[in-house]
Nanobody, 114 residues
């Protein structure tokens, strides 16, 4: 199983970006999928998660600004990020647990300039 993240880049404060994560397997076979982010010198933290049934949950710092979604037919996971702030600058990773095994995509860098 492979997860391929894309969509990162440089954006100004208040701007938007949409991250995509292409899965090589049927995403309904993942028990859950999520976006994590990692700040320089720190551990990864949860940004958003979506369950197999479509329930979503968000980290406190992104609630109301980020939206996680998926396209089952495209086998894709998305993270719409609005009203971005400099403190959102991080490497973003998509992840999912497939048949009990967690898989991670490579990170995509999001840089928000002030």
């Amino acid at each position: 199983v492979q997860l391929q993240a894309s969509g990162g880049g440089l954006v100004q404060t208040g701007g938007s970006l949409r991250l995509s994560c292409a899965a090589s397997a049927n995403i309904l076979e993942f028990s859950g999928m999520a976006w994590f982010r990692q700040f320089p010198g720190s551990q990864r933290e949860l940004a958003a998660v979506i369950s197999r049934t479509g329930n979503t949950n968000y980290g406190e710092s992104v609630k109301g600004r980020f939206t996680i979604s998926r396209d089952i037919s495209e086998k894709a996971l998305y993270l719409q990020m609005d009203n971005l702030k400099p403190e959102d600058t991080a490497v973003y990773y998509c992840t999912g647990t497939y048949r009990g095994t967690p898989y991670w995509g490579q990170g995509t860098l999001v840089t928000v300039s002030s």
